[in-house]
């Protein structure tokens, strides 16, 4: 839930969503309209996409519970370097170097004054050799939260990181359209393409091929002339077809 999610937004669901869904078992066998309407706020839907899928994984090959090795945890859907390192670290108090924004923040400030363009295989070994192998876990718990409080006291230093993107503004871009498709659609049973498309409201070559997009991903899937939420995360499927 946190990832690109402002920790306020996320405090608002992350019980909820829990009371919703207590462990990967209920999560595996729910509903995908269920957990995406449980999800719908946090945005970047692709991550409750994601968290179904890892739950059906972790149910069918880990006896539901999650592996604390940070090369399985990659090869889950959804997880890279840092989620895997952060779920090291969090839930298995294990020493593992890994880097996110917070802590970016942290090392540049300390460590690269003045200097633009840091990448973090320079910033890497400086976490290395500050980690505190004995209690990895309160570690990164002060520098993320130091992370946080710098952005709030200072210019952020993650406009000096060679990795600062800006992000692109929300209105009217692919993501807010594939936002509007999904809530149409868990605001419906099921809609044609013609009044999915209507209901949407945005340009209907955009949204369309946006639409032909979600199916193939595996958050929509068609019923003779009709789409609807997949019924759970399986694979990505296969584009709109002419019933």
Known sequence: MLQQTRVERVALKYEPFLNAFPDVWSLARAPLRDIMAAWQGLGYNRRALALQRIARQLVADFDGRLPASVETLRTFPGIGEATAGALAAFAFNQPVVFIE???????IHCFFPGQSGVRDREI????????????PRPWYYALMDYGSMLKRAAPNPNRRSAHHQRQAPFADSDR????LILKALLGSPALSLEDLVKTVGKNPERTTRLIHTL???GFLEQEGAHLRIASSAQAP???FRDP
């Open 101 to 107: 924004t917070n802590i970016r923040r942290v090392f």
């Open 124 to 135: 890497l070994p400086l976490v290395d050799q500050t980690l505190d192998r004995k209690q």
């Open 176 to 179: 807010q359209i594939r936002g």
């Open 215 to 217: 199916i193939k991903e």
């Open 237 to 239: 499927g296969t584009d």
